[in-house]
């Protein structure tokens, strides 16, 4: 539910009766993991995915069963075989999801609340005691941070995918005429400050913030890298040609940015995808900050083997026991 918090808020608001379907246990291998819902409303709008298709039919007319009566509905999705249970449609991957369907209560302030948070990107979560099956409690993450320092038209691309990927985007520079909503409307904040300044004044950067620096001129990157280099975050990156990120490399050097410091640095910023332009650059940069937040090596999947899908720790959705709660 609270991964379609932007969606659903404004249904909420406007009163429309809404259902959602939530998956809460994945056996072998599915399109997406627990937590992953799609909302249905009484007309049979329906908001978000559990499958990319292969179940979304099954699934919508569990939700609309649950807007019709008013309680929960439980269901299971996944190929039949002879240690298996009859389920009501297949899922193309060969595993099986179990999922709960449940309407959406508008008037509750704590989803209301739990909603707008989530809707805004902060950290949100909610304990649903739907029926006498588990507590359904579902957690959502604050969105990951993207700061690009620098504001030009590759910082401009970037902001776009990044957001587009689920980022917080912050766009930083010490011009006022480029740091715009015009140019950067996907952007959740925007700075004129030097740009190590504003980093300086970062509060609770962590290890899913990542720093991106665009700047283009050893002024600005040596500070800035100096800066970003030394607080706890997760990535830091510049742009640059080779011969630019071996003279930046010497001047933080002299800077006094220590070895240590100076392996923590991406730099040239991206993964080889022979990008030309700023969007195909911006989606460089994009894959290897997730690469580098995942541990994934960023080698094409045919090449791989194993599950497509690792478990994640921090699902935002799953079944607790009454004793846990």
């Known amino acids: 539910m609270l991964e379609l918090a932007a969606d659903l808020l404004p249904l909420v608001d406007a009163g429309v009766p809404v259902a959602a379907v939530t998956v809460t246990r994945v056996v072998r291998s599915a399109p997406r993991g627990v937590g992953a819902t799609l909302a249905v409303t009484s007309d049979a709008r329906v908001v978000g995915s559990l499958s990319g298709g292969c179940v979304e039919g099954d699934a919508v007319m569990l939700g609309l069963d649950a807007l019709r009566s008013g309680e929960v509905r439980r269901g299971s999705f996944g190929f039949t075989g002879p240690d298996d249970a009859v389920v009501a449609a297949g899922l193309a991957c060969g595993g099986a999801i179990e999922v709960v369907a449940y309407p959406i209560d508008g008037t509750d302030p704590r989803v209301r609340e739990a909603l707008c948070a989530a809707a805004a990107g902060r950290e949100s979560s909610i304990d649903l005691a739907l029926d006498d099956g588990p507590v359904l409690a579902l957690r959502r993450p604050a969105r990951p941070r993207l700061i690009v320092l620098g504001a030009g038209e590759h910082a401009a691309a970037l902001c776009r995918v990044g957001a587009a990927a689920g980022f917080a985007v912050t766009v930083c520079d010490a011009w006022a005429l480029l740091v715009t909503a015009a140019r950067f409307p996907e952007a959740s904040e925007l700075v004129v400050a030097p740009p190590h300044e504003y980093l300086a004044s970062l509060e609770a950067p962590d ?29 830091v990156g510049a742009m640059g040609s080779r011969a630019t990120v071996a003279h930046r490399a010497a001047l933080l050097t002299q800077a006094g940015v220590t070895e240590a ?11 080889d995808l022979g990008a030309r332009t700023p969007e195909e650059t911006a989606l460089s940069v994009i894959a290897e900050i997730v690469a580098a937040r995942t541990g994934a090596d960023a080698r094409p999947l045919r090449t791989s083997e194993g599950p497509l899908h690792a478990a994640s720790a921090t699902a935002c959705s799953l079944p607790v026991p009454e004793a846990v709660r």
């Open 207 to 235: 290890d899913r913030t990542a720093v991106c620096v665009l700047t283009h001129d050893e002024r600005l990157d040596v500070p800035a890298l100096r800066a970003a280099l030394r607080l706890p975050v997760g990535f």
């Open 261 to 271: 410091e100076l392996a923590r640095l991406h730099s040239p910023l991206g993964l």
